[in-house]
């Protein structure tokens, strides 16, 4: 299924031109701004045979609903999110181990953008997200991603425990990250094999019930005097670090 999406930015345009241009069904550009980036963008716009339309920046600022759209606004096809038979197709499919991105309760579209960034660049194979009191795939989500959201399967589940353990049913490893007495180190544990990890929302972090799924957990030793890091910021730490481990396995 899919639906069609207002979307700004010069990164997420460009990548849906390139990425399908058939999809962009109307193309809006400032009229007045004539800076290298986002006069390459309209050359890639012509040689994709779209038709960009001229505006004033207040237009384009009234139309995306925001004023950091920098110059340009298109409508397009976008995927919709996933669902809980999409995630069982993806495990399905898959010639190697699962390596998947649990986000529990992220509400912040900034975080989950740049969360689905780090995921798509880690290699994550898709991004779990529970249906309610979390953030979906919105424009400023897809802005911030840079074209990663369209990239990488983002799954939005009903029940985020049920589908735990489901994922554990088909022999993946739960490891949630929290501050909790009996979590080990992010350095000392083995991330390698069909993994999910888990992170939780801005301040909350992952639930009680989330937690008590999991198989394990985890946290990011801290050398300074702060507690915790922004949810983006932990993603990106733990999926490296779990990329380090699984390109040693691998090599």
Not at 122 to 142: M, Y
């Amino acid at each position: 299924m899919s639906n069609r999406q207002l979307i700004y930015g010069i990164h997420a345009v460009e990548a849906a031109i390139q990425r399908d241009a058939t999809k962009v069904k109307s193309l809006w550009v400032d009229r007045k701004r004539h800076d290298k980036r986002l006069e390459s963008l309209v050359e890639v716009a012509y040689a994709a045979q779209l038709q960009p339309t001229t505006l004033n920046k207040d237009e384009l600022t009234k139309m995306a609903g925001v004023d950091r759209h920098q110059g340009v606004v298109a409508e397009v096809i976008m995927q919709q999110a996933g669902s809980e038979s999409t995630l069982e197709t993806i495990l399905t499919e898959l010639e190697e181990a699962p390596f998947l991105l649990v986000l529990d309760g992220v509400q912040d579209p900034h975080n989950l953008g740049a969360c689905l960034r780090s995921a798509e660049a880690a290699g994550v194979h898709a991004v779990i997200a529970p249906k309610d009191k979390a953030c979906g795939l919105t424009a400023t989500v897809r802005k911030v991603s840079s074209g990663a959201s369209e990239q990488i399967p983002f799954i939005l589940v009903t029940n985020l425990a049920r589908t735990l353990r489901q994922l554990q049913d088909n022999g993946v490893w739960v490891v949630g990250t929290a501050l909790h007495d009996d979590s080990r180190s992010l350095y000392e544990s083995d991330l390698k094999g069909p993994l999910a990890l888990v992170l939780g929302a801005e301040g909350k972090g992952i639930r009680r019930l989330t937690a008590e799924t999991c198989d394990g957990l985890i946290h990011i030793p801290m050398a300074g005097t702060v507690e915790s890091l922004n949810v983006s910021v932990a993603t990106g730490i733990t999926l490296f670090e779990a990329l380090r481990q699984r390109n040693l396995q691998s090599s």
